[in-house]
């Protein structure tokens, strides 16, 4: 799959149309985005389905990037009724996420 470029309106729309969403900040050169990435797809789809993932490609997207406050990648943004809840940086502990969207899912139900 290609990558294409993500506008600020296109993020705009893909958050307000999802209750739930993670941005998931990457480049194609990033090799420990590239081991990430899967994995963290495959962690939403099995515990947080509710949970829509979008991809932003930095390099594409410095714009968006930009006023998004995206200085590392991957950084993963993650978003509640419209709002930021929080992010995560470069390095992603699964089991502590797990914990912080297990309180904030549990609340979609």
């Given at each position: 799959?290609?990558?294409?470029?993500?506008?600020?309106?296109?993020?705009?729309?893909?958050?307000?149309?999802?209750?739930?969403a993670?941005?998931?900040?990457?480049?194609?050169?990033c090799?420990?985005?590239?081991?990430?990435?899967?994995?963290?797809?495959?962690?939403?789809?099995?515990?947080?389905?509710?949970?829509?993932?979008?991809?932003v490609?930095?390099?594409?997207?410095?714009?968006?990037?930009?006023?998004?406050n995206?200085f590392?990648?991957?950084?993963?943004?993650?978003?509640?009724?419209?709002?930021?809840?929080?992010?995560?940086?470069?390095?992603?502990?699964?089991?502590e996420?797990?914990?912080?969207?297990?309180?904030i899912?549990?609340l979609?139900?």
């Amino acid at each position: 799959m290609r990558s294409k470029q993500t506008t600020p309106e296109e993020l705009h729309l893909f958050i307000s149309s999802n209750i739930a969403a993670a941005v998931y900040f990457s480049t194609p050169d990033c090799n420990v985005c590239k081991v990430l990435k899967p994995k963290f797809i495959e962690f939403l789809q099995t515990e947080f389905p509710r949970i829509k993932f979008l991809y932003v490609d930095v390099s594409l997207s410095k714009e968006l990037s930009a006023q998004q406050n995206i200085f590392a990648v991957p950084t993963i943004l993650f978003f509640f009724d419209g709002k930021e809840f929080f992010r995560k940086s470069r390095i992603v502990n699964f089991e502590e996420l797990r914990e912080e969207l297990d309180r904030i899912y549990k609340l979609l139900s």
